[in-house]
């Protein structure tokens, strides 16, 4: 099991390469919006807001209205945001829970 640090880590690596990204103009089609990341086995939650195909704000605890939630294991989200299990494999196997909108997710599916 991966702990709060590793977990924090994955996420801000994950918001480096989304800032790549939005310099390469994939930002334009991204919605801002708060995203709630749940790690149910440490018993905590990461939050931040995507803006401009940035994550931004990364901290631990959840954030009132977000309109997407992320629920996985500490060790999913390692293998998740690292591109050892895909975003894909990790939703249909149900290792990777996902509450948005059908919009949302098309819409910031691009970026991952």
Excluded: Y
Aim: aromatic content about 2%; glycine content about 8%.
């Amino acid at each position: 099991m991966a702990d709060r640090l590793q977990c924090e880590a994955a996420l801000r690596d994950l918001a480096s390469r989304l800032d790549l990204l939005a310099q390469s103009n994939r930002a334009a089609r991204t919605p801002d919006r708060v995203i709630v990341c749940r790690i149910p086995d440490l018993e905590t939650t990461f939050s931040g807001h995507l803006r401009g195909g940035c994550l931004h704000d990364i901290g631990e605890g959840e954030r009132p209205g977000a309109q997407i939630t992320l629920t996985l294991s500490s060790d999913d989200l390692l293998a998740v945001t690292s591109g050892t299990l895909s975003v894909t494999s990790a939703w249909a196997s149900g290792r990777l829970k996902v509450d948005a909108s059908v919009r949302d997710l098309l819409r910031v599916r691009a970026l991952l």
